[in-house]
């Protein structure tokens, strides 16, 4: 879908999923990093646990169907070669901070001078302007900023983060999709642009609305053991089961109440809640509990008791096969490794091998992330090792000499 | 200047929150979105809060409002027999069609993709569900929460010595957005170059275990399951939520680099801490975080949040208060970023949704029209201008009760 174009991807760990997106869309994604590697290959986990900058899975994971090339962009020299490559280029992605760049002689006004179609992408933690733009950050200090994180965990102890780091995926999946929004605008108008991510403004997506609570005249939302309080309203999301924990939708109101409905008789059946309350009018219980009151909140926390007398006479497994069979919103809470063994995951091929000729192995790497019914997405290039493509894109398609080539690599530059 | 998309037209089914977020996106850019939902079903986000002057209500939908803004609303019942002309009729009017049913529904309307290129052989499809269209668990129905239960996303989040706290919300609707956006994106970018269409099928447990995808190889490549770890990192210490001034208020702290440690033991009043052995490099402090959590949390607990930050920041140390749901609305950088837009609404005078998550230099973005989606505001305009309908066509639409 995106053969016809060309990124240079300059990011950090900051963005590295915007290029591998672009990259598995078909488009020729050239990873410019600097001599050495770069930083992010210094993230574990790695391969073996051995500390190696061609063995770091985070770079494994943000990585494929991108070539590498090394280079100093800060000689004269190095930004020389960028600019080059630059000039051919459909997309341009970097994620230093606002300004860097620009103090190189490579930022958006400098680039898009020689190449006005450019698609110039900037991944930063806050956005290049405003009073937080040069703050440093982590993934945590922009779950925290973005508001997620307070959302997280139990209430008696410090809120909690998803330990797998998820601020910079989402800034660099935001990244792609504007990327794409701006390439699509560049056909009609021959004009590229420059396009500002802001990782807070990205993450924010995740507190589902709720940081609106102010202007709308909202109370607040707060974490909670086992789910979350929206508004006043203590929302119990998950329950244990005979070996180990289970994610429930227990709502109501016209979209669930169906759901819930069976659910109940379920619960009826096992003998476990009276036919008085399996009989509720679920459609309008609704809105009784998110009227707030303390009647209805007591009522609602009376109903997860029954529920969790439920739960815990089930297996996981059992529960699954129980929302499978009777329509419900079940679903276990689940490993890494049981994920990998998923059955649904299996019967659609997701898993992809991966061969890495330079371990002489094949992993298993997450696949494609949707089926296109007419121009599939595939795996054409494991993650390069450092400036694995250095002669291939300096000698074959920018026309260096071998010996210029060789003379760029004792000076540094490469 | 015209929008970006301009001229995209997309005829959106889609409910709850992961794919009208999609939407939303383009939206915002200039796509023209005709949102179709019908009241004999209410989306169920109109159902669920945060509600504006904090009641239930279904033109109090906050949360529906954001993901809808800038979407052109009508009403259809699509189970009505003579829903079907007009659902075809925006068909051969649209581009796009998404839907977010479960598997098989749209085929038993008639409205699948093979039936739909019969009438417009270029139609680009999106389907997405929490599974997939194929597969044992196709029709397992749910929201985010579930599918990031049953993708990996809850059992690393939490406490080693405690059940599972599991991300906030339905998770996977926040990530599964980008994607979908991206996925119509590509695909217009296909059909630019071939003429082609297509049908995408876009599983959101999928998308999102592209997150995951560190973890997801630990265990393919090194057979290691990573669990619950508090606030740790395996890269970087310290790295915490800290306690401060105040009641349950917090500031969170992450060093990942020699230079901001040393930073941190100058800001905390330990100067001698920069000079321990036992935390010199990442690797060492690494190894020995459980010691650095009291001296960082004695120094937090003197500290208001906003305070902490500031001063943290001023030595470049990475951190950040943990303002609430309503104090976001005040912090300073989402209020430059103008996050926040207001829109028209008939019974509230305004409501406010969040803007676009990033800037475009030429084309920026905008919410069409400037007015809150609310329940069919768009039939007149999409039955009589889009698709050019009569007045008696309109009358007999709706004494049919297709338009509910």
């Given at each position: 879908?995106l053969n016809p174009y060309r990124v240079l991807?300059?990011?950090?760990?900051?963005?590295?999923?915007?290029?591998?997106?672009?990259?598995?869309?078909?488009a020729?994604?050239?990873?410019?990093?600097?001599?050495?590697?770069?930083?992010?290959?210094?993230?574990?986990?790695?391969?073996?646990?051995?500390?190696?900058?061609?063995?770091?899975?985070?770079?494994?994971?943000?990585?494929?169907?991108?070539?590498?090339?090394?280079?100093?962009?800060?000689?004269?020299?190095?930004?020389?070669?960028?600019r080059?490559?630059a000039k051919s280029a459909h997309f341009f992605?970097?994620?230093?901070?606002?300004?860097?760049?620009?103090?190189?002689?490579?930022?958006y006004a400098d680039l898009a001078a020689e190449n006005p179609a450019l698609i110039y992408v900037?991944?930063?933690?806050?956005?290049?302007?405003?009073?937080?733009?040069?703050?440093?950050?982590?993934?945590?200090?922009?779950?925290?900023?973005?508001?997620?994180?307070?959302?997280?965990?139990?209430?008696?102890?410090?809120?909690?983060?998803?330990?797998?780091?998820?601020?910079?995926?989402?800034?660099?999946?935001?990244?792609?999709?504007a990327a794409l929004i701006a390439l699509y605008e560049s056909l009609q108008s021959g004009q590229g642009q420059h396009v500002?991510?802001?990782?807070?403004?990205?993450?924010?997506?995740?507190?589902?609305?709720?940081?609106?609570?102010?202007?709308?005249?909202?109370?607040?939302?707060?974490?909670?053991?086992?789910?979350?309080?929206?508004?006043?309203?203590?929302?119990?999301?998950?329950?244990?089961?005979?070996?180990?924990?289970?994610?429930?939708?227990?709502?109501?109101?016209?979209?669930?109440?169906?759901?819930?409905?069976?659910?109940?008789?379920?619960?009826?059946?096992?003998?476990?809640?009276?036919?008085?309350?399996?009989?509720?009018?679920?459609?309008?219980?609704?809105?009784?509990?998110?009227?707030?009151?303390?009647?209805?909140?007591?009522?609602?926390?009376?109903?997860?008791?029954?529920?969790?007398?439920?739960?815990?006479?089930?297996?996981?497994?059992?529960?699954?096969?129980?929302?499978?069979?009777?329509?419900?919103?079940?679903?276990?809470?689940?490993?890494?490794?049981?994920?990998?063994?998923?059955?649904?995951?299996?019967?659609?091929?997701?898993?992809?091998?991966?061969?890495?000729?330079?371990?002489?192995?094949?992993?298993?790497?997450?696949?494609?992330?949707?089926?296109?019914?007419?121009?599939?997405?595939?795996?054409?290039?494991?993650?390069?090792?450092?400036?694995?493509?250095?002669?291939?894109?300096?000698?074959?398609?920018?026309?260096?000499?071998?010996?210029?080539?060789?003379?760029?690599?004792?000076?540094?530059?490469? | 200047m015209a929008q970006a998309l301009a001229g995209v037209?997309?005829?959106?089914?889609?409910?709850?929150?992961?794919?009208?977020?999609?939407?939303?996106?383009?939206?915002?850019y200039g796509?023209?979105?005709?949102?179709?939902?019908?009241?004999?079903?209410?989306?169920?986000?109109?159902?669920?809060?945060?509600?504006?002057?904090?009641?239930?209500?279904?033109?109090?939908?906050?949360?529906?409002?954001?993901?809808?803004?800038?979407?052109?609303?009508?009403?259809?019942?699509?189970?009505?027999?003579?829903?079907?002309?007009?659902?075809?009729?925006?068909?051969?009017?649209?581009?796009?069609?998404?839907?977010?049913?479960?598997?098989?529904?749209?085929?038993?309307?008639?409205?699948?993709?093979?039936?739909?290129?019969?009438?417009?052989?270029?139609?680009?499809?999106?389907?997405?569900?929490?599974?997939?269209?194929?597969?044992?668990?196709?029709?397992?129905?749910?929201?985010?929460?579930?599918?990031?239960?049953?993708?990996?996303?809850?059992?690393?989040?939490?406490?080693?010595?405690?059940?599972?706290?599991?991300?906030?919300?339905?998770?996977?609707?926040?990530?599964?957005?980008?994607?979908?956006?991206?996925?119509?994106m590509?695909?217009l970018m296909?059909k630019h170059q071939?003429?082609?269409?297509?049908?995408?099928?876009?599983?959101?447990?999928?998308?999102?275990?592209?997150?995951?995808?560190?973890?997801?190889?630990?265990?393919?490549?090194?057979?290691?399951?990573?669990?619950?770890?508090?606030?740790?990192?395996?890269?970087?210490?310290?790295?915490?939520?800290?306690?401060?001034?105040?009641?349950?208020?917090?500031?969170?702290?992450?060093?990942?680099?020699?230079?901001?440690?040393?930073?941190?033991?100058?800001?905390?009043?330990?100067?001698?801490?920069?000079?321990?052995?036992?935390?010199?490099?990442?690797?060492?402090?690494?190894?020995?975080?459980?010691?650095?959590?009291?001296?960082?949390?004695?120094?937090?607990?003197?500290?208001?949040?906003?305070?902490?930050?500031?001063?943290?920041?001023?030595?470049?140390?990475?951190?950040?208060?943990?303002?609430?749901?309503?104090?976001?609305?005040?912090?300073?950088?989402?209020?430059?970023?103008?996050?926040?837009?207001?829109?028209?609404?008939?019974?509230?005078?305004?409501?406010?949704?969040?803007?676009?998550?990033?800037?475009f230099s030429r084309t920026p973005?905008?919410?069409?029209?400037?007015?809150?989606?609310?329940?069919?505001?768009?039939?007149?305009?999409?039955?009589?201008?889009?698709?050019?309908?009569?007045?008696?066509?309109?009358?007999?639409?709706?004494?049919?009760?297709?338009?509910?």
């Amino acid at each position: 879908m995106l053969n016809p174009y060309r990124v240079l991807d300059l990011t950090t760990e900051c963005g590295l999923l915007s290029g591998q997106i672009l990259g598995d869309l078909g488009a020729d994604v050239i990873k410019v990093e600097p001599p050495g590697g770069a930083a992010a290959r210094q993230l574990g986990p790695f391969y073996k646990d051995e500390s190696d900058p061609n063995g770091s899975l985070y770079w494994w994971a943000y990585n494929r169907n991108k070539r590498s090339i090394t280079l100093d962009i800060k000689t004269e020299q190095g930004k020389t070669t960028l600019r080059r490559l630059a000039k051919s280029a459909h997309f341009f992605i970097e994620s230093d901070m606002p300004g860097t760049l620009a103090e190189l002689g490579l930022g958006y006004a400098d680039l898009a001078a020689e190449n006005p179609a450019l698609i110039y992408v900037s991944i930063t933690p806050f956005g290049q302007d405003g009073p937080k733009a040069s703050y440093a950050d982590s993934d945590l200090v922009l779950m925290a900023a973005a508001g997620p994180l307070i959302l997280t965990g139990d209430d008696d102890r410090p809120p909690v983060r998803l330990s797998v780091p998820q601020a910079y995926p989402h800034a660099g999946a935001a990244a792609a999709a504007a990327a794409l929004i701006a390439l699509y605008e560049s056909l009609q108008s021959g004009q590229g642009q420059h396009v500002d991510i802001s990782a807070q403004q990205a993450v924010a997506q995740a507190t589902q609305s709720t940081l609106l609570a102010t202007p709308l005249g909202e109370a607040d939302s707060q974490r909670m053991s086992g789910g979350a309080k929206l508004g006043n309203i203590p929302i119990r999301l998950i329950w244990p089961a005979k070996d180990g924990h289970v994610a429930i939708t227990y709502l109501f109101g016209s979209a669930v109440a169906h759901f819930t409905q069976r659910f109940m008789n379920w619960i009826c059946e096992e003998g476990i809640c009276d036919a008085a309350t399996r009989d509720t009018d679920w459609v309008g219980y609704g809105a009784y509990l998110f009227g707030g009151s303390q009647e209805a909140i007591d009522d609602y926390m009376g109903l997860t008791r029954i529920v969790e007398k439920f739960t815990t006479t089930k297996t996981k497994a059992e529960l699954l096969q129980g929302a499978l069979d009777r329509g419900l919103l079940i679903a276990p809470i689940t490993t890494s490794e049981e994920v990998v063994a998923s059955p649904q995951l299996a019967a659609r091929e997701y898993w992809q091998p991966v061969e890495h000729p330079e371990l002489g192995q094949t992993f298993t790497y997450p696949g494609p992330f949707a089926k296109f019914s007419a121009s599939p997405i595939t795996y054409r290039r494991r993650p390069p090792t450092v400036g694995e493509h250095n002669t291939e894109i300096y000698i074959d398609e920018l026309g260096f000499t071998a010996q210029q080539l060789a003379d760029l690599t004792t000076r540094g530059i490469v | 200047m015209a929008q970006a998309l301009a001229g995209v037209k997309i005829l959106d089914f889609m409910w709850a929150i992961a794919g009208p977020a999609s939407t939303r996106i383009l939206a915002d850019y200039g796509a023209t979105v005709i949102r179709v939902e019908t009241t004999t079903r209410f989306d169920a986000v109109r159902t669920v809060g945060p509600f504006q002057t904090g009641k239930p209500g279904l033109e109090n939908a906050g949360l529906f409002y954001n993901m809808n803004a800038g979407k052109l609303p009508v009403t259809l019942d699509l189970s009505k027999e003579s829903a079907r002309d007009v659902i075809l009729d925006l068909v051969r009017w649209a581009d796009v069609v998404t839907e977010s049913f479960s598997p098989k529904k749209m085929a038993a309307w008639g409205f699948d993709y093979e039936s739909l290129r019969t009438i417009k052989p270029d139609i680009i499809m999106l389907s997405t569900c929490l599974m997939g269209q194929t597969g044992p668990r196709a029709k397992f129905a749910g929201f985010g929460n579930l599918a990031a239960a049953i993708s990996g996303f809850f059992h690393p989040t939490g406490w080693p010595d405690r059940p599972p706290a599991g991300p906030f919300g339905a998770y996977t609707d926040y990530i599964a957005p980008w994607y979908n956006a991206t996925a119509i994106m590509a695909a217009l970018m296909h059909k630019h170059q071939t003429g082609e269409g297509q049908h995408i099928d876009l599983s959101q447990a999928e998308a999102a275990l592209q997150f995951l995808g560190p973890a997801l190889l630990d265990n393919t490549v090194n057979g290691r399951i990573q669990g619950p770890v508090g606030n740790r990192d395996q890269n970087f210490a310290p790295h915490g939520v800290y306690p401060a001034a105040g009641d349950d208020r917090w500031v969170a702290i992450a060093v990942e680099n020699d230079a901001q440690w040393q930073a941190l033991c100058q800001v905390i009043g330990h100067p001698e801490l920069a000079n321990d052995a036992r935390f010199a490099t990442r690797t060492a402090r690494l190894a020995n975080q459980e010691d650095l959590d009291s001296p960082i949390a004695d120094w937090t607990r003197q500290h208001d949040m906003l305070a902490a930050e500031t001063q943290l920041q001023a030595q470049k140390v990475p951190a950040s208060a943990l303002r609430t749901m309503k104090e976001l609305y005040d912090d300073p950088q989402l209020q430059h970023r103008q996050h926040f837009v207001e829109l028209s609404h008939p019974q509230h005078g305004t409501t406010t949704v969040e803007g676009s998550r990033f800037k475009f230099s030429r084309t920026p973005a905008q919410v069409a029209g400037g007015a809150a989606p609310t329940i069919g505001r768009e039939n007149s305009y999409v039955l009589e201008t889009i698709l050019g309908y009569s007045e008696e066509r309109i009358t007999e639409l709706v004494a049919a009760g297709v338009l509910e």
